[in-house]
């Protein structure tokens, strides 16, 4: 009940006014965000990479509705990765996409928008020595977004996406991407989607997850296995040496934020652990996702109201 409150205000204009004039969320936000600059997401980053974690990053935004804003979040990546290059940061760091961000949803022409931005963001890459992932959005985006990821990959195989274990569909779409060279991003699913595509329950989420991570792993790709549940943590290491799969072939991905003490811990065990990143001043959307995900969040928030 609660998540799908958050959930919905997380869409809503006058809900957004309300969380972003109240003073005490920037410092619950900062939790989660790198901060606003470019110059903020570098610090993280480094901070990051000196710890032994490789990172992810999303220049925040989704959800575009003019071509100027999607141009805009371009230029933002392009300049990204420049930096990323020039601060030598480009072996830990890559980049994560939201096409929503360059104009998916501009009219009928929005996914060939989105995905000639696309394309500038992984000649950036490219030139940076780094790698792009597309982050998956609701489900009304998921058909374009894999049919963005295959032109994409024509040029540039290392293109990775992300598949949400909530939707029905997931587990045959982890079998078309399970061949060689393929970066699957498996996560559970943060939207509010109707039971006709998607598991309800987290009991058979959890189930669906560890199906679609069992097609992963037994695959000849390169899991990205997302998420904080411990139990799912356990099993990707036990599948890991059920299948043989040395330690690079596979890697662990977290929130920025979420389990900081796991992240290093996995780290410290020898395993790849990349924390997602985000960094910008559009964190609303991004935000109300993650106070969706855990009731004890909004419990922090409220806190912070009262405190700060
Ligand atoms: P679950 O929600 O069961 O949480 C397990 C435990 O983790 C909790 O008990 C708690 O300890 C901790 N935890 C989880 N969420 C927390 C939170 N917000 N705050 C504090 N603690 C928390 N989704 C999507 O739809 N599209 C996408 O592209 C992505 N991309 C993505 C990238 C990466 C790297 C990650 C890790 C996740 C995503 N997600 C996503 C989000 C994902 O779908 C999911 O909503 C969250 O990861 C939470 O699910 P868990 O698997 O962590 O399990």
Redo the contacts with the bound molecule.
């Keep these: 009940m609660l998540r799908s409150i958050l959930l919905a205000a997380g869409r809503s204009p006058l809900a957004r006014t309300v969380v972003e004039r109240t003073p005490a969320t920037r410092y619950v936000v900062r939790r989660?965000v790198a901060g606003d600059t470019l110059d903020d997401a570098i610090t993280a980053t480094t901070a990051l990479a000196d710890d032994g974690l490789r990172i992810?990053l999303d220049h925040l935004g989704e959800d575009t509705t003019d071509r100027e804003q999607a141009d805009a979040t371009v230029d933002a990546y392009v300049r990204l990765l420049d930096r990323l290059r020039t601060a030598n940061l480009a072996q830990a760091a890559e980049v994560?996409l939201?096409l929503s961000a360059v104009g998916q949803f501009l009219g009928s022409d929005g996914q060939r928008i989105a995905l000639d931005n696309a394309r500038r963001v992984c000649e950036a890459a490219a030139a940076a020595g780094t790698t792009v992932t597309l982050?998956?959005?609701d489900h009304t985006t998921t058909d374009s977004t894999l049919e963005v990821l295959r032109e994409l990959r024509t040029d540039w195989p290392w293109v990775g996406a992300?598949l949400?274990a909530y939707l029905r569909r997931t587990e045959a779409d982890c079998r078309d991407l399970a061949g060689p060279g393929s970066r699957v991003?498996l996560?559970?699913?943060?939207?509010k989607e109707p039971s006709s595509v998607a598991f309800q329950s987290?009991h058979e989420v959890?189930r669906a997850?560890v199906r679609c991570l069992d097609v992963l792993m037994s695959g000849e790709g390169y899991p990205?296995v997302?998420?904080?549940?411990?139990r799912?943590v356990a099993i990707t290491a036990r599948l890991a040496g059920d299948n043989n799969r040395a330690r690079d072939s596979y890697e662990y991905?977290?929130?920025y934020?979420?389990?900081p003490e796991e992240q290093l811990r996995l780290a410290g065990e020898g395993n790849t652990m990349?924390?997602?990143l985000p960094y910008g001043d559009e964190w609303y959307g991004y935000f109300m996702?993650?106070?969706a995900?855990?009731p004890?969040?909004v419990g922090f928030f409220l806190r912070a109201l009262a405190t700060k």
């Design positions: 989660f992810t994560s939201k982050d998956m959005e992300v949400q991003r996560c559970k699913g943060a939207y987290r959890d997850y990205m997302a998420t904080h549940d411990p799912l991905q977290m929130l934020g979420i389990r990349r924390v997602y996702r993650r106070l995900e855990r004890a969040n």
